[in-house]
Nanobody, 124 residues
Framework: QVQLVESGGGEARVGDSLSLSCKAS????????MAWYRQAPGDQRERELV?????????KYADSVKGRFIISRDNDRNEVYLQMNSLQTTDTAVYYC????????????????WGQGTQVTVSS
């Protein structure tokens, strides 16, 4: 079994900073891409990709967070982080951690796992 557990988030004011952490644990052979997604309240669309980081360090950001958010990871700990700066009310959402994980065992197949989500609320 593989689990992703997020921590951090909460409430902030416009212009503040918050940080999120996510740890992958369980029977893991390797963790490939790690990412943060979000879904705003009442938004029926698919979750929005906020930031993604490859195992080798390549990074992709949504245009809406470029220059404000920083994604990083610790491969030894199987952890991914999201530093959110200059928060805006439009950043209010449930933030989900996601990872492509190769579990221990035969096959070396990549499976996608998701965390339970953590609420970030930004008020003016």
């Amino acid at each position: 079994q593989v689990q992703l557990v997020e921590s951090g988030g909460g409430e902030a004011r416009v212009g503040d900073s918050l940080s999120l952490s996510c740890k992958a644990s369980g029977s893991i052979y390797s963790v490939n891409d790690m990412a943060w997604y979000r879904q705003a309240p009442g938004d029926q669309r698919e979750r929005e990709l906020v930031a993604l980081i490859h195992r080798g360090g390549g990074i992709k950001y949504a245009d809406s967070v470029k220059g404000r958010f920083i994604i990083s990871r610790d491969n030894d700990r199987n952890e991914v982080y999201l530093q959110m700066n200059s928060l805006q009310t439009t950043d209010t959402a449930v933030y989900y951690c996601a990872a492509g994980v190769i579990p221990q065992g035969p096959g070396l197949r990549v499976y996608d796992y998701w965390g339970q989500g953590t609420q970030v609320t930004v008020s003016s």
